[in-house]
């Protein structure tokens, strides 16, 4: 047998170890994401107990492989060298697309990638056995049944999962209200039964019905049985939940969370591991059934690959490096924080950055709610609406520990999913564990009001986004999987070589790509910030870092204008871009939390600080409009300016680059006694702008230079002119900034003595 098939097996094992990585990175969202949002421990804490499910489901899995092998395609329809090539071409799809998921942190199914993967290559390979021998159809070699059971998987998923969410958010919210340490007093221990007994039921239907820890029997007595056994299983966890919150006084919410984040868990590792590792399985084994009948002197080209339909148990060894590595992308995979943290954000209490931008659906949407909800609020008597908006105040300060929703929410997240998959489990109805935990979350949030007037067309698109996603995952993993698998059989060995350093090639960009945008969130994260000196000493550093990024972007603009390199100028246009877009963040989203956080008698500070990170958004403008002005001139090969032109504009840009290196050694050396001499500066700078202005003026009057060119130069000095403005009153700001600080330092000290 040639040795390129076990090149390809080996390939096979590398592949599986890569999508064990970027799978995980993917489906992680789906047991952390109530933990992680409610901060219901430390994260340490929190994967270790998803650690835990994930080993024992990985270790208990069934191990059977049906989807893979058989649950698809018709395995007996194809020849040993057609699956080799079917399988690897998932492989390679399947790595790449869920690695392009977790770039940009975006949740989907890896049920779904998988079925479909599967049934583009095996169309593929059909379709050239189809031409080359004109026998058989196409529908002898597929099981069209099974993608048509997946995508009514999917809008089952979606809708139920989010009316439910809703609808049960409501009703606990009701029974619960933000404030509900009180009355959890009474019906906390009623509560933990039900969801105890909601995710008891969840473990053993969906994470351990197929393992060997639960016989058959065992399995089908509770189905038979399973109203009586729900109401004693909840009797049972009542009882425990009371005893350890009265008589031991333990947070029972804690335990709910954790027992559902170790069931979702659990049921991830036992029930997709199949995901991930089914493919090379199933080629390891075709490769064994070929070496059998090389052996038994049969020709490997004729081969039909029937005995793959016959059900296999996997080797406890791979299932148990599948475990450990699974873990291992757990707790390092940058990726699947990423994606953890959409799902969070989207439903999040409160305002803050938005991840996403309003689109015209998420307007039409909340404009259409607006209006109904408008119409419900006027038919509905007015106790009630009293009685429902007690019960959504948000809670005070003191009971909040800036999670980003409570603990009550995370509890109906968990129960909600897991028992909504669960009975569609049972009822044979294939819903994606992705899509209920995700919309579940979503309908939650939406019913807890998370989604305020203020933040709701931002989600909106998120949610359209993410689910946008999920039908695309089908079509395109159908697409690639099949272009590639067409591209193996008629390359051969060179294809095999070519996509797999297609794989490299693309996981290398996507990590740099995750980088970027993982530096870019780093700098959206909120500062912690106790009180009105850390206010100031950050903006105090945020300061030195724009005065740097002004100083570079003006005077590298100048020299790419003058040199009339147009890469650079193009390179300097998003830098400026980036930095216009971060001061627009920071005037959009921390202003108001940061003031929020400023005492009665420090509002001095709070007011200075406004006028700070406002003239900095300022000058951003200035700075994004001439970069962008002068990279379309020079890109548009127009002609540069004259050495006049050029020695005025030095001239005027060195007098402002002064101006800027005395700033930042005030700020450096904390000494704004020089701010007058600067004042005096800036008043030079406008002189020197008027004549300048007066120059080109008269140049253009004697047809010394064209209107393009007239028109960005002046636009360079007017905008040169509104940044030497900006900057002094910036420095001013900054200085009784300052002052304030020291104020408030001697107040506190006064209050002390």
């Given at each position: 047998?040639?040795?390129?098939?076990?090149?390809?097996?080996?390939?096979l094992?590398g592949?599986?170890?890569?999508?064990?990585?970027?799978g995980?990175?993917?489906d992680?969202?789906?047991?952390?994401n109530?933990?992680?949002?409610?901060?219901?421990?430390?994260?340490?804490?929190i994967?270790?107990?998803?650690?835990?499910?994930v080993?024992?489901?990985?270790?208990?899995?069934?191990?059977?492989?049906?989807?893979?092998?058989?649950?698809v395609f018709?395995?007996?329809?194809?020849?040993?060298?057609?699956?080799?090539?079917?399988?690897?071409?998932?492989?390679?799809?399947?790595?790449?697309?869920?690695?392009?998921?977790?770039?940009?942190?975006?949740?989907?199914?890896?049920?779904?990638?998988?079925?479909?993967?599967?049934?583009?290559?095996?169309v593929?390979?059909?379709?050239?056995?189809?031409?080359?021998t004109?026998?058989?159809?196409?529908?002898?070699?597929?099981n069209?049944?099974?993608?048509?059971?997946?995508i009514?998987?999917?809008?089952?998923?979606?809708?139920?999962?989010?009316v439910?969410?809703?609808?049960?958010?409501?009703?606990?919210?009701?029974?619960?209200?933000?404030?509900?340490?009180?009355?959890?007093q009474?019906?906390?221990?009623?509560?933990?039964g039900?969801?105890?007994?909601?995710?008891?039921?969840?473990?053993i239907?969906?994470?351990?019905?197929?393992t060997?820890?639960?016989?058959?029997d065992n399995?089908?007595?509770?189905?038979?049985?399973?109203?009586?056994?729900?109401?004693?299983?909840?009797?049972?966890w009542t009882?425990?939940m009371?005893?350890?919150?009265h008589?031991?006084?333990?947070?029972?919410?804690?335990?709910?969370?954790?027992?559902?984040?170790?069931?979702?868990?659990?049921?991830?590792?036992?029930?997709?591991?199949?995901?991930?590792?089914?493919?090379?399985?199933?080629?390891?084994?075709?490769?064994?059934?070929?070496?059998?009948?090389?052996?038994?002197?049969?020709?490997i080209?004729?081969?039909?690959?029937?005995?793959?339909?016959?059900?296999?148990?996997?080797?406890?060894?791979?299932?148990?490096?599948a475990?450990i590595?699974?873990?291992?992308a757990?707790w390092?995979?940058?990726?699947?924080?990423q994606?953890?943290?959409?799902?969070v954000?989207?439903s999040?209490?409160?305002?803050?950055?938005?991840r996403?931008?309003s689109?015209?659906?998420?307007?039409?949407?909340?404009?259409?709610?607006?209006?109904?909800?408008?119409?419900i609020h006027?038919?509905?008597p007015?106790?009630?609406?009293?009685?429902?908006?007690s019960?959504?105040?948000p809670?005070?300060?003191?009971?909040?520990?800036?999670a980003s929703?409570?603990?009550?929410r995370?509890?109906?997240?968990?129960?909600?999913?897991?028992?909504?998959?669960s009975?569609?489990?049972?009822?044979?109805?294939?819903?994606?564990?992705?899509?209920?935990?995700?919309m579940?979350?979503?309908?939650s949030?939406?019913?807890?009001?998370?989604?305020?007037?203020?933040?709701?067309?931002?989600?909106?698109?998120g949610?359209?986004?993410?689910?946008?996603?999920w039908?695309?995952?089908?079509?395109?993993?159908?697409?690639?999987?099949?272009?590639?698998?067409?591209?193996l059989?008629y390359?051969?060995?060179?294809?095999?070589?070519?996509?797999?350093?297609?794989?490299?090639l693309?996981?290398?960009?996507?990590?740099?790509?995750h980088?970027k945008?993982?530096?870019?969130?780093?700098k959206?994260?909120e500062?912690?910030?106790?009180d009105?000196?850390?206010?100031?000493?950050?903006?105090t550093?945020?300061?030195?870092?724009?005065?740097?990024?002004?100083?570079y972007?003006?005077?590298?603009?100048?020299?790419?204008?003058?040199?009339?390199?147009?890469?650079?100028?193009q390179?300097?246009?998003?830098?400026?871009?980036?930095?216009?877009?971060?001061?627009k963040?920071?005037?959009?989203?921390?202003?108001?939390?940061?003031?929020h956080?400023i005492?009665?008698?420090?509002?001095?500070a709070?007011?200075?600080?406004?006028?700070?990170?406002?003239?900095f958004?300022?000058?951003?403008?200035?700075l994004r409009?001439?970069?962008?002005?002068?990279?379309?001139?020079?890109?548009?090969?127009?002609?540069?300016?004259?050495?006049?032109?050029?020695?005025?504009?030095?001239?005027?840009?060195?007098?402002?680059?002064?101006?800027?290196?005395?700033?930042?050694?005030?700020?450096?050396?904390?000494?704004?006694?020089?701010?007058?001499?600067?004042?005096a500066?800036?008043?030079?700078v406008?002189?020197?702008?008027?004549?300048?202005?007066?120059?080109?003026?008269?140049?253009?009057?004697?047809?010394?230079?064209?209107?393009?060119?007239?028109?960005?130069?002046l636009?360079?000095l007017?905008?040169?002119k509104?940044?030497?403005?900006?900057s002094?009153?910036?420095?001013?700001?900054?200085?009784?900034?300052?002052?304030?600080?020291?104020?408030?330092?001697?107040?506190?000290?006064?209050?002390?003595?």
């Open positions: 047998m040639d040795n390129i098939y076990f090149v390809i097996v080996l390939v094992l592949l599986a170890a890569l999508d064990l990585v970027v995980v990175a993917n992680a969202v789906n047991f952390l109530s933990a992680v949002g409610s901060k219901v421990a430390p994260t340490w804490v994967l270790t107990v998803a650690s835990a499910g080993l024992l489901g990985s270790l208990f899995s069934s191990g059977m492989m049906e989807v893979a092998r058989s649950g018709h395995p007996s329809m194809f020849t040993f060298p057609d699956i080799m090539m079917l399988f690897l071409a998932v492989m390679i799809t399947d790595v790449i697309l869920l690695d392009v998921f977790n770039t940009f942190g975006l949740p989907t199914s890896t049920t779904v990638s998988l079925v479909f993967e599967l049934l583009g290559s095996a593929a390979v059909a379709l050239v056995n189809i031409w080359n004109g026998n058989h159809t196409l529908l002898e070699y597929i069209t049944e099974k993608a048509l059971t997946i009514t998987g999917i809008l089952t998923s979606v809708v139920i999962a989010f439910f969410g809703a609808l049960i958010m409501y009703i606990s919210r009701l029974i619960f209200s933000f404030r509900y340490k009180k009355s959890f009474y019906f906390g221990a009623l509560w933990g039900i969801a105890l007994t909601a995710i008891s039921y969840f473990a239907f969906k994470g351990l019905k197929n060997t820890l639960l016989s058959k399995v089908q007595y509770i189905q038979d049985n399973i109203w009586s056994v729900a109401f004693y299983t909840w009797m049972f009882v425990i009371a005893v350890l919150q008589l031991f006084k333990v947070n029972i919410l804690k335990i709910t969370i954790h027992a559902g984040t170790a069931a979702l868990a659990l049921s991830f590792a036992s029930n997709d591991l199949v995901n991930f590792i089914g493919v090379f399985m199933a080629g390891l084994g075709s490769y064994d059934i070929a070496k059998e009948a090389v052996a038994s002197g049969l020709s080209d004729n081969l039909y690959m029937g005995k793959l339909s016959e059900p296999v148990v996997a080797d406890w060894k791979y299932l148990f490096g475990g590595i699974m873990i291992l757990l390092f995979s940058k990726k699947a924080r994606v953890t943290k959409t799902g954000e989207l999040r209490q409160g305002d803050g950055y938005e996403f931008s689109s015209g659906a998420s307007r039409s949407i909340v404009r259409n709610v607006l209006s109904v909800g408008k119409l006027r038919i509905t007015q106790k009630v609406i009293d009685f429902v908006e019960r959504f105040q809670a005070p300060n003191y009971e909040k520990n800036d929703f409570d603990m009550i995370a509890s109906v997240n968990l129960t909600i999913a897991a028992l909504l998959i009975l569609g489990t049972s009822l044979k109805l294939p819903l994606s564990t992705t899509y209920v935990t995700f579940v979350a979503m309908g949030s939406l019913a807890d009001r998370a989604w305020g007037r203020e933040s709701a067309v931002y989600r909106i698109t949610v359209l986004i993410v689910i946008s996603g039908f695309l995952t089908a079509l395109v993993a159908f697409t690639v999987s099949a272009l590639v698998a067409f591209g059989m390359g051969g060995k060179w294809a095999i070589v070519g996509f797999i350093g297609l794989v490299i693309l996981f290398i960009q996507f990590m740099l790509i980088r945008r993982e530096k870019n969130d780093e959206r994260e500062i912690t910030i106790k009105e000196h850390d206010i100031i000493a950050n903006c550093e945020q300061i030195k870092k724009s005065v740097e990024s002004t100083r972007i003006y005077s590298e603009m100048l020299e790419g204008l003058f040199k009339e390199d147009r890469r650079r100028l390179k300097l246009y998003k830098v400026s871009d980036e930095f216009h877009g971060e001061s963040r920071r005037r959009t989203y921390e202003v108001l939390p940061t003031l956080r005492e009665q008698d420090a509002l001095d709070g007011q200075y600080y406004v006028q700070v990170i406002d003239y958004y300022e000058i951003s403008v200035s409009y001439m970069t962008e002005s002068s990279f379309n001139y020079i890109d548009n090969n127009h002609e540069g300016f004259s050495k006049d032109q050029i020695e005025d504009l030095k001239l005027l840009g060195d007098q402002l680059l002064s101006i800027y290196d005395d700033f930042n050694s005030m700020i450096v050396k904390n000494d704004f006694s020089e701010v007058e001499k600067i004042k500066r800036r008043a030079k406008l002189d020197l702008y008027g004549e300048l202005v007066k120059k080109q003026i008269k140049r253009t009057k004697e047809h010394e230079t064209g209107t393009r060119n007239s028109i960005l130069y636009n360079i007017n905008e040169t509104v940044i030497a403005m900006k002094v009153n910036l420095m001013r700001a900054q200085m009784f900034l300052q002052l304030s600080d020291d104020s408030i330092s001697t107040t506190e000290e006064t209050k002390a003595e």
